[in-house]
């Protein structure tokens, strides 16, 4: 798993990773009394899937179906002109979408806090959700904006120098989050 | 880097799918209830029209400003332009305004690669002479794709003036490089005399291509060049390179109808066809604005153009 100029280290592994969604899956359920009107939206592409596996945890332990979707935010993002124009990810909102509902956003790494920024433009533009909450994975720290999550799979104390890599069974064959520390380049 | 769209020959295919899957998430877009992004905010999207065309510069007008960029429409009827100022001139004085992309229409092949050289934002090219029109041919391939599923392995019949034709030579350049057989079909004075390098088939009878055809793209009857002797009369082409309902039939039951508009029913296409459910015209205007967006967003969206490759 490391290189030569990475040394990379798994901090979550299959296990941990399952555990901590089945926690952030009971406290939706206990924040919202029981997932009432609550829409999960993933951030694509990881946070798409993770929001599919904690509807998918609150169905089975109240038999709630929960709408899921996902939300693309490339087009709302403050450093497009940073980098060369990038693909859209897909935005796929519920049918009943997201007005007057308890929408969690999904992602799979805080940092900055700059993809939920761009994610909450987006959000305005489908709809009026009633409220906003913010699911993650792994929080990682060394936030740029005023934001928080209310539901955290494991704070990762990291430095900028590290790099955080989340894999996950549908898109990468394995469950793992991984850090990655670069030598001075 | 290469910045600019002039030619669908300049596009490989990894850069012509990249154009056509982000359409594709964008056309999502056009189905909500706010319809606008923030993405292009603060940037300037100039129209240069030396030629009419409501719909494209319209079309181009409103991808501009879905994506939230300043449109500014220059068209050369009523301009400085008719008291002789030079495209260079033009050119340079819209730099002077800051556009960041210059959508030009110029009757001249080659106006857009020549005004490229002149400009630091992007040209895109919305249709020079008989030369080129590639987000035609963008928005033909992407309701292509929308309609039967895939592009690769069809067999796509381009019927008429291919002479006159910027949007035959984009599409044929363009579905070549996608994987499409394109077979262009048209009486030989309406041929251009290099086709015979270009990367498809020819063929002069249109019943012979029909059976065989998954895509069946008439193209505009230019009734401005009738009198011009390229063939004996209107009637005749009609007869023999007309799609009316009897060519219709012997079409496929999964073949699609396509028109860059705008058409001369009873010309080069029956009202019966062009209003048939197999018809894509309706829709290749709607999917001309995704595609323009996507192309825009593309050209100007980031740090550099995602599309082109390096130069």
Same mark, same amino acid.
């Given at each position: ?36 009107? =609550?829409?999960?939206? #993933?951030?694509?592409? &990881?946070? *798409?899937?993770? @929001?599919?596996?904690?509807? %998918? $945890? ?29 693909p ?20 799979? =790494?805080?940092?900055? #806090?700059?993809?939920? &920024?761009? *994610?909450?433009? @987006?959000?305005?533009?489908? %709809? $009026? ?57 | ?10 596009l ?5 799918l ?43 007008e ?57 400009v ?17 041919a ?14 690769e ?27 499409a057989e ?122 550099e ?7």
């Amino acid at each position: 798993m490391s290189d030569a100029r990475n040394q990379a280290r798994a901090v979550l592994e299959g296990p941990d990773i399952h555990r901590a969604l089945t926690r952030i899956a009971h406290e939706i359920l206990e924040r919202t009394r029981g997932a009432e009107s =609550v829409v999960l939206l #993933g951030i694509p592409t &990881r946070g *798409a899937t993770l @929001a599919h596996r904690i509807a %998918g $945890r609150i169905a089975q332990f109240e038999g709630i179906k929960v709408p899921v979707g996902a939300i693309d935010v490339t087009m709302y993002r403050d450093d497009l002109r940073l980098r060369p124009a990038r693909p859209l990810g897909r935005t796929e909102l519920p049918p009943d979408g997201v007005d007057g509902r308890t929408v969690v956003l999904v992602d799979d =790494v805080l940092y900055s #806090g700059r993809t939920v &920024r761009a *994610a909450l433009d @987006a959000l305005n533009d489908v %709809g $009026r959700p009633r409220a906003v909450q913010l699911a993650t994975l792994v929080d990682r720290g060394h936030r740029e904006l005023p934001i928080r999550a209310d539901y955290v799979g494991k704070n990762l104390p990291t430095s900028k120098s590290e790099k955080v890599k989340v894999f996950l069974e549908e898109t990468d064959g394995r469950d793992a989050v991984v850090l990655i520390k670069e030598d001075d380049r | 880097m290469k910045r600019h769209l002039i030619s669908t020959g300049d596009l490989t295919r990894d850069d012509a799918l990249l154009i056509l899957d982000t359409a594709e998430e964008l056309a999502r877009v056009s189905q909500r209830s706010i319809k606008k992004l923030p993405t292009l905010r603060g940037r300037t999207v100039v129209n240069l029209f030396f030629e009419d065309s409501t719909r494209t510069r319209i079309s181009f007008e409103a991808a501009a400003k879905r994506l939230s960029a300043d449109v500014i429409n220059f068209s050369a009827k009523g301009s400085s332009v008719s008291k002789g100022e030079s495209l260079k001139d033009t050119a340079l004085t819209l730099e002077a305004m800051g556009a960041d992309a210059v959508v030009i229409r110029h009757s001249a092949s080659g106006a857009p690669h020549r005004l490229a050289t002149w400009v630091r934002g992007s040209v895109v090219n919305a249709g020079d002479g008989t030369h080129e029109h590639p987000t035609q041919a963008l928005l033909d391939a992407f309701s292509i794709r929308r309609r039967l599923g895939r592009l690769e392995g069809l067999k796509i019949a381009v019927v008429g003036d291919v002479l006159h034709s910027r949007v035959a030579r984009s599409n044929v350049l363009l579905l070549h490089t996608l994987g499409a057989e394109v077979t262009l079909v048209a009486p030989p004075t309406l041929l251009p005399v290099a086709v015979g390098t270009w990367p498809c088939q020819i063929s002069y009878d249109l019943d012979a291509v029909l059976p065989k055809s998954d895509v069946v793209m008439m193209l505009r009857v230019q009734l401005e060049r009738m009198n011009a002797a390229y063939f004996p009369s209107a009637r005749e082409y009609s007869r023999r390179y007309g799609l009316d309902r009897d060519r219709f039939a012997r079409l496929h039951d999964d073949a699609i109808v396509m028109h860059p508009g705008p058409m001369n029913r009873g010309m080069e296409i029956s009202a019966e066809v062009a209003d048939s459910p197999r018809s894509t015209i309706v829709e290749q205007v709607a999917n001309g604005v995704t595609v323009r967006m996507a192309v825009l967003y593309l050209l100007l969206g980031g740090s550099e153009p995602a599309i082109g490759g390096a130069e």
